[in-house]
Structure formats: structure tokens, C-alpha cells
């Protein structure tokens, strides 16, 4: 397996409306990065003096940035944008990754509300201590110890009179 041939670095700029809503963004080619910041050209908003797509310099420090190598073998740096109110502003892929559930397929129900059967018992606990831990399993418990010295004594009551 050789390594990556080609490095290239994207910017993924996303627009953010003025109520706070993310827009269809665009990916942009190109990128540079500097000791101090990124400089991006968008070339959908033009410089009013050379007539060329305007260059913004974006300050990335704590950011950092998605690496993927492409079909090509070829390494992608992309950097994440927002445009809002006219300006650009660099996010960190590290954040979307800490703010991501980890379980993706929630329970559709509570499994205690279930019942107990689909709730697996605490190691802790043996099946006879959580049958005692309520009156009605003392009950039970009770009823069952009473039953079978009624029926042993039955059984030797009558092995004793042959």
C-alpha cells in the first residue's frame, strides 16, 4: 500500500441566515495556510479595486481540521467555515465530534417500564434475595417452605407405619 501522492486543502464554507439556520454552502479549492491564519479566495464576491475574486484571511488557531485520502490516493485537508454577517470564521471538526450522540438507534421504550423480564438483574443480587425483597416473594417463599414440610411429612407419615 503507498502512500498519499497529492495533498490538497479544501474549505467547506457554510452560510448561517441571520436567524441562526444553516444555508447551502459551497466547497472551496485552494486554500493556504500561514503561520497566523488561512487565506481563502470565494470567488463569488468580487474585489470593487482589481475586479478579482476577493482573498479572506481566516484566523485558525485550536482548529483542526478533517483529513481523508480520495480514490486517487490523494490526501484532502478540508477546513470548515461559517459565513455569517459578512464574515468568515473557522470551526474545528474536534467539536462536531464531541457533540455527537454515541448511540444512534434509541430504545423506542423505556425497557423498565417493559417490565422486568427485558431488564437484566444486578450482579449483586441473587434471584432468591430479590424474590425476598418483597412481600409478596416472602409469601411465596413461605408458602412454598410450608407446602413441602406438609408433603414430606405426608410421605414419612406413611413410610413409618409399615
Not at 22 to 38: A, C, E, H, Y
Not at 116 to 123: A, I, L, N, Q, T
Not at 138 to 147: D, E, H, M, T, W
Amino acid at each position: 500500500m503507498e502512500g498519499p501522492i497529492a495533498e490538497q486543502n479544501l474549505g467547506i464554507v457554510l452560510k448561517v441566515d441571520e436567524n441562526g439556520t444553516l444555508q447551502v454552502g459551497k466547497l472551496l479549492s485552494g486554500v493556504k495556510q500561514t503561520d497566523k491564519d488561512l487565506l481563502i479566495t470565494d470567488p463569488d464576491i468580487m474585489d470593487g479595486q482589481t475586479g478579482l475574486p476577493k482573498e479572506f484571511h481566516v484566523a485558525y488557531e485550536d482548529i483542526v481540521p478533517a483529513q481523508v485520502i480520495d480514490a486517487a490516493r490523494s490526501l484532502i485537508t478540508l477546513w470548515l467555515f461559517l459565513y455569517r454577517k459578512g464574515e468568515y470564521v473557522a470551526c474545528s471538526f474536534a467539536s462536531i465530534v464531541s457533540q455527537t450522540r454515541i448511540r444512534f438507534d434509541p430504545l423506542p421504550a423505556d425497557p423498565r417500564d417493559v417490565g422486568g423480564h427485558y431488564v437484566p438483574m444486578p450482579y449483586s443480587r441473587s434471584g432468591l434475595t430479590q424474590l425476598l425483597s418483597s412481600n409478596t416473594g416472602k409469601f411465596l417463599v413461605i408458602g412454598a417452605c410450608i407446602s413441602l414440610g406438609i408433603m414430606f411429612g405426608l410421605i414419612l407419615g406413611h413410610v413409618t407405619h409399615f
